[in-house]
């Protein structure tokens, strides 16, 4: 997967890739799988781009006690001995009634080389999460543990999110436009369609700072 991530480098400042990524996937008829906009940047100006390491929990009802709670919790906190270099969390949770993620299991993650999360839950410790920059797209917020009240039910298993199904080795594109899913075996196909369409803009742009108008630069290139 790390010769993925240097291919993703070479089409440039990732602040400019997620359209012209999402524009591949339509030119090439493919879904074009974006996660709900209400899914927010913890740090607004970080991008990320990664392979998706996939996980999903659920309340636990009733709650049990903190000492279970530490029993039930244990299999969640061994799932981050197994992330890797350039892997992206993307986490599904149920229920509103406590954090899902927080900066202790965030200092984690990114000892073993996560470079984003994507949470559909709750975050807390959201100070400590931005002291050490690690870039959440989160759905609410919330300070209660979730020991005894949440458990971790399955990992590296197929997640829904909105109408995307985010499946582990998918690539995981997300910066402050939104976040993109593409499905592993598309990837090679879509960046390298994606890298096309980045030198074609680079055209566009100089025409456009020399006073081309955009229709004229649309039928010069195809593409605006």
Known sequence: MRVLIVKVSSLGDIIHTLPAVTDALYELGLPEQVLPSSLRPLLPGRSFVGIA???????????VSWDE???????????????????VIV??????????????TGNSAMRHGCVG??????????????????QVFYRDVN??????????????????????????????????DGVLVVPQEQILTVLAKAEEIVGIEELVRDDMRNGV???????????I
């Open 117 to 134: 999360v994507v949470l559909d839950g709750n975050l807390r410790d959201t100070f400590g999460l931005r002291e050490i920059g690690l």
């Open 53 to 63: 390491f996939t996980l999903e929990g659920a309340e636990i009802v009733p709650p």
């Open 143 to 176: 300070p209660r543990s979730g020991i005894g009240r949440w458990e971790m039910i399955s990992s590296g298993q197929p997640v829904t999110i909105g109408d995307v199904t985010v499946r582990t080795g998918d690539l995981v594109f997300a910066e402050f």
């Open 213 to 223: 108008s955009p229709l004229e630069g649309l039928a010069r290139h195809g593409h």
């Open 91 to 104: 986490s599904k949770n149920t229920g509103s009634f406590v954090g899902h993620f927080g900066e202790l």
């Open 69 to 87: 709670g530490k029993v039930r919790i244990a299999s969640y906190l061994e799932v981050f001995s197994q992330l890797s270099a350039d892997s």
